[in-house]
Structures are given as structure tokens and as C-alpha cells.
């Protein structure tokens, strides 16, 4: 196993181009991405990832809670996030300086004894390729529908490479997927479709309106209920459209057997809309729910 970077310059991963020849990128190229107060943070580091099944090289990064520089001998969950330069990094994100600012949540959660510590994984979306790799299925008026192929690049090249270089627990029970939008989207399809990899799935915000609501389909056409732990939420403010059918997911999620407040947790958050700040607010209670102390 290689050893844990110990200084924020070195890299996190350092086999990044999977059955890849390429060379890797010059880091300090990178390090301009990374926000004001994570420079000298050895918790944190970002590099990029090449996949041999989608095209485009994306950015990962990889927050670890203290108790890993800690603790030498413990092992840790994962919880990987979709739109990962959304998630720390002021200076990264879709709106400057808007995140998620998940790695204090983490850390503040931690350190109150709300949450057990975890690995935060953020995997980059790629810009113009974020639609069609975020979609399970092809819309026959916006296209999309290689959410599959995400899925493999997920479970078939980065978290082999996380699981080999860190000290984590890599089961099913130990390692959630989460987004909001169309990450909210995905996660929940590839947590119903790999329930053996995914334990756990956080559904912010999501897009169940994507090619006629054919996430239904899927959640109704299962005739087992995976071992699968969900949070769901949607802001009030988000449109009476969106709030129905994360209210219709609720209720079929109810009928297969999920149990609020055991294995389901479902939160409409009053005049919250779609954006960054909404979810940063609520996602302290997604640690809470998915990854209890």
C-alpha cells in the first residue's frame, strides 16, 4: 500500500493514467486550483485522472479526516461526490467561490462526535461531456445516456486506485455516491444498479424529470430491494414540478420497503432552491444520516 502523502504538494494518487503510458501532469499546474485554505492542508491534495473508458481526463480530489494521519492502522469509509470541483474549492467551482464546503462540514461533524470520519472523494465533471456521462438513459430531444460508462469508470478504475492507495474500508456497507442535479440523477441509478459496490447514496436535488422520469421505471422494475441506504431532498423553491416527483420518489421508495428514518431519510427544505449554497446548508445532515457515529 503506498503511504499517505504527508505534505499538500505531493500528489494524492500516484498511478493516475490506468493502463496508460501518458506522462503525469506537471502538479504545479494544478495547485493553482486549489483554494486559500487548503494549500498547506496535508489532508487534502488534487491531481488528475485518466480513464481508458471515457475520453476526458478529469481532476479528483480526496479530503481525509484527521483520525487518518492519526490513527496508522485504521481503515476508513469513502464517500465519493459527483461535480467535485463544486465541492472545496472557491476558486474551482461553477460559481466563484460558491462550494459545498463539504471538507468543514466533515471536519466540524467529526470533531463533535456527529459523524464516524470518512474519505470525501470528489470526482470532477468534465464541462460540455457532464450531461451525457450524468444520464443512465439516451433522451430523445437532449441525447445523454452514458451513465453507465461513468459507472464503470467509477467502480473499474478510480475506486480500485482509491482502494490501493489508501487505507480504506472498500464494501458496499462503507461506501456511499452522492450529488445533486443530475448527480442526485445518477447516484441513485447506479446505487439501484450496483447495490454490491454503492451502500449508501445521497439524492440531492435530482433530476428525475431526465427522459420522461424513466428513473421510475427503474426504482418500480427491481424485484428485490438492494441493501441500500438513501438520503433524498429537494428545496420548496425549486419548482412545484420538482418537489412532486421527489415526493412520488419518496412514496415508491416507501411501497419497496425503505423505512424513513432507518434506511430512507426525505427533507424538503423550506425555500431552498438549486444552487450550491442550498445544498452546502443540508450537507451536514447528509454525513449525519449516511455516515452516523
Known amino acids: 500500500m503506498r503511504p499517505l502523502p504527508t505534505t499538500a504538494s505531493h500528489p494524492v494518487l500516484e498511478a493516475l493514467e490506468l493502463g496508460s503510458s501518458s506522462a503525469i501532469p506537471d502538479e504545479d499546474v494544478l495547485r493553482e486550483h486549489t483554494a486559500d485554505d487548503l494549500d498547506l492542508n496535508p489532508r487534502y491534495s488534487v491531481r488528475k485522472f485518466h480513464s481508458e473508458i471515457l475520453p476526458d481526463d478529469r481532476v479528483v480530489s480526496v479530503y481525509l479526516p484527521p483520525q487518518y494521519l492519526e490513527q ?7 464517500f465519493y461526490l459527483h461535480d467535485g470541483q463544486n465541492l472545496f474549492d472557491g476558486r474551482t467551482s461553477y460559481i466563484a467561490g460558491r462550494t459545498w464546503n463539504a471538507h468543514t462540514a466533515a471536519d466540524r461533524l467529526n470533531a463533535g462526535g456527529e459523524i464516524e470520519p470518512v474519505i470525501l472523494v470528489g470526482v470532477a465533471n468534465t464541462g460540455l461531456r457532464r450531461m451525457a456521462e450524468y444520464t443512465p438513459t439516451r433522451d430523445f430531444k437532449m441525447g445523454g445516456g452514458e451513465g453507465r460508462s461513468y459507472g464503470r469508470l467509477l467502480i473499474e478504475e478510480l475506486k480500485p486506485l482509491i482502494d ?8 458496499a456497507g462503507n461506501t456511499g455516491l452522492g450529488g445533486s442535479s443530475l448527480g442526485g440523477l445518477i447516484s441513485l441509478y447506479l446505487g439501484f444498479t450496483h ?24 426504482v418500480d422494475q427491481r424485484h428485490q430491494k438492494p441493501e ?15 418537489v412532486k416527483d421527489a415526493d412520488h420518489l419518496e412514496r415508491q421508495l416507501i411501497k419497496r420497503g425503505w423505512k424513513p428514518g432507518i434506511d430512507l431519510a426525505y427533507m424538503k427544505a423550506e425555500g431552498a432552491v438549486h444552487d450550491e449554497n442550498a445544498w452546502s446548508e443540508r450537507f451536514g445532515d447528509v454525513l449525519r444520516f449516511l455516515y452516523p457515529a
Do not use: C
Open 72 to 78: 496508522e492502522e485504521r481503515r476508513f469509509p469513502v
Open 164 to 171: 490501493s492507495s489508501y487505507r480504506t474500508l472498500p464494501e
Open 195 to 218: 447495490p454490491e459496490v454503492f451502500g449508501k447514496v445521497a439524492v440531492m436535488s435530482p433530476s428525475l424529470w431526465w427522459d420522461q422520469r424513466s428513473i421510475f421505471n427503474l
Open 228 to 242: 441500500l441506504r438513501i438520503w433524498l431532498d429537494i428545496g420548496t423553491a425549486e419548482g412545484a414540478r420538482h
